[in-house]
C-alpha cells in the first residue's frame, strides 16, 4: 500500500465511522438484545430502573424502558399497540434502524394518550392500510422503539404498576391482527446490556453487518465507494488485510478524537445565559431529525455521528414530551472529576407536568459508571430533602455528604465524568426561561 493510499483509507475510515455512527449504534443494542435471547419484534424491556449494568449511551436511570426490536423483514407489516394513558403514562418514539423517529407515542405523540395501533410498513408497501391503523412508512425493514412507562414515584409499589401498565404494550405482525400471539418481554434488568461504542475494528464489523442486512438509501448513494474501498459492499465479506486493519485502526482513532472535540464545542452556547449548561445536540441535527432530512440543501451527518457518540434515541418533536440538559464543566468552567464535591441547587418550581432527574455519566464511554450504587436523583425518589424555600441540594462526589444520602449523586474517583438534567413533561417557564437552572458548584460540601 503506498503511502497516498494509506492516508486516504484513513481519511474514508474516519468519514466512514462519523456517517455510520447511529446505524453502529441501533445494531450495538440489537445484538445485545439478541445475546440475552430476544429475537425481532420481541420486547426488550428493564423491570427496574436501570442500573450501572445497563451499558447503553446515557440511558434514564429513573424510568421503566422497553425497547421492541421491529423487523418487517419476513413478516411485512408489524402492529406497536400502546395503552391508553388510563393507568400510566407511555413516553416514547418509534424508530428506523439509522435512529430517525418515524413517530412520537403516547400522550406527547400522535395518539394524544388515548393509546393506537401503530403499523410500522416494510420499505415502499403498497398494500392496503387497514381503517384503524397509525401507518408508520419506513425505508427499512430494520426498526425499533424506545419506551418509558413513567413512574409515579420511586416506591416499590409505583414500580410494579409502571411494569404492570408497560406489559400491555404488543407488538405483532399484522397478518395475525386477527389473532395475535401474546408478546414476547425479556428481561434484561440486572443483567449486562452492553452497547457502548467500540472505537476498533468492531465497529466496522458491526458497520458492515448493517450494510449487508439494510437497503441503500437514495440519501446514502454517496457512501457506497466510500464504504467499498475500505472492505464493506453488500454481498461479500468483510476480509480486511492486516495493512488495511492498521489504516482503519488510525482512522476510527482520529474520528473518536474528533468526535469528542466537536462534542466539547458543542456547549457553546449555554442553553441559560451565563452557565455551563447546553442542549445535548445541534439545531441543525434538530432540524433534520425531525423531517427525516428532507432538507435538500442540509444533511448534518457530521451533528448526527455526534450526538448518537453518546446517545441514543430520536423524537419526531424534540423537547415536547422530554428536554435534556449536559454539562461537563462546573460554575469556574472547570472538568467534572469524580474525586471532587459539587453542589447542584435545583430550584424550587421546576417546570415539569411528571418529573426532573440528574444524572452522572462515565465522561469517557458516556455509559453509566460503573460499580456506582445508584447514578441519579430524582423528583421521584422517596425521601429526597428539600430545602425550606423549596430548592434541592444535590451533591455530586466520590463519598456521601454529612447530611446523608438522600440527595446524593456518587461518582468514581478515578475518572471525570459529565451530568444530565432531564426534564419530563416541560412547561413553558423552561422553553421561555422564566425559570433557571444554575451552574454545579464545586467545593461545596
Request: glycine residues 8%.
Amino acid at each position: 500500500m503506498t503511502e497516498a493510499a494509506r492516508r486516504v483509507l484513513e481519511a474514508r475510515a474516519a468519514e466512514a465511522v462519523i456517517w455510520g455512527m447511529p446505524v453502529v449504534n441501533y445494531d450495538l443494542m440489537y445484538q445485545a438484545a439478541l445475546r440475552h435471547g430476544a429475537l425481532a419484534n420481541q420486547i426488550v424491556y428493564w423491570s427496574r430502573p436501570p442500573n450501572a449494568k445497563n451499558q447503553t449511551l446515557t440511558p434514564n436511570p429513573d424510568t421503566i424502558y422497553l425497547m421492541p426490536f421491529i423487523s418487517t423483514k419476513d413478516v411485512g407489516p408489524v402492529v406497536v399497540e400502546i395503552p391508553p394513558a388510563d393507568h400510566g403514562v407511555i413516553n416514547g418514539s418509534i424508530m428506523d434502524c439509522w435512529q430517525t423517529a418515524l413517530v412520537d407515542v403516547g400522550p406527547a405523540g400522535v395518539d394524544k394518550g388515548k393509546g393506537g395501533k401503530y403499523l410500522v410498513l416494510p420499505p415502499d408497501y403498497k398494500g392496503e392500510i387497514p381503517e384503524g391503523y397509525i401507518p408508520l412508512p419506513s425505508g427499512n425493514p430494520s426498526n425499533y422503539a424506545l419506551l418509558r412507562s413513567v413512574l409515579k414515584s420511586g416506591s416499590k409499589a409505583d414500580i410494579a404498576k409502571a411494569v404492570a401498565y408497560a406489559k400491555r404494550i404488543k407488538v405483532y405482525p399484522l397478518s395475525q391482527a386477527a389473532h395475535p400471539a401474546a408478546t414476547i418481554f425479556v428481561d434484561v434488568n440486572d443483567e449486562l446490556f452492553d452497547s457502548s461504542i467500540p472505537y476498533d475494528m468492531r465497529f466496522f464489523q458491526s458497520l458492515d453487518r448493517m450494510i449487508q442486512s439494510e437497503p441503500w438509501l437514495t440519501r446514502d448513494k454517496v457512501m457506497i465507494d466510500l464504504l467499498k474501498s475500505i472492505g464493506i459492499e453488500k454481498g461479500r465479506a468483510f476480509l480486511p488485510d492486516q495493512a488495511t486493519q492498521a489504516a482503519l485502526s488510525a482512522g476510527i482513532a482520529t474520528a473518536h478524537a474528533w468526535l469528542e472535540a466537536r462534542y466539547e464545542a458543542g456547549f457553546v452556547p449555554a442553553y441559560f445565559d451565563g452557565t455551563h449548561w447546553s442542549l445535548p445536540v445541534s439545531p441543525e441535527f434538530m432540524k433534520g431529525i425531525m423531517s427525516n432530512y428532507a432538507a435538500p440543501d442540509s444533511y448534518p451527518v457530521d451533528s448526527r455521528g455526534t450526538a448518537y457518540s453518546f446517545a441514543f434515541f430520536s423524537a419526531k418533536h424534540l423537547g415536547q414530551g422530554q428536554f435534556y440538559l449536559i454539562a461537563i464543566h462546573d460554575r469556574d468552567g472547570h472538568a467534572l472529576n469524580g474525586n471532587q464535591t459539587y453542589r447542584l441547587t435545583v430550584p424550587a418550581g421546576v417546570p415539569v407536568s411528571q418529573y426532573w432527574s440528574v444524572t452522572a455519566y462515565n465522561r469517557d464511554t458516556h455509559t453509566l459508571i460503573r460499580e456506582m450504587p445508584w447514578a441519579s436523583r430524582s423528583s421521584l425518589n422517596p425521601g429526597l430533602k428539600k430545602n425550606a424555600d423549596g430548592s434541592v441540594d444535590i451533591v455530586f462526589g466520590p463519598k456521601a455528604p454529612k447530611e446523608g444520602k438522600a440527595n446524593w449523586v456518587p461518582t468514581d474517583p478515578k475518572g471525570q465524568f459529565e451530568a444530565m438534567f432531564r426534564f419530563y413533561g416541560p412547561e413553558k417557564a423552561l422553553s421561555e426561561k422564566t425559570w433557571h437552572l444554575p451552574d454545579i458548584q464545586a467545593g461545596v460540601q
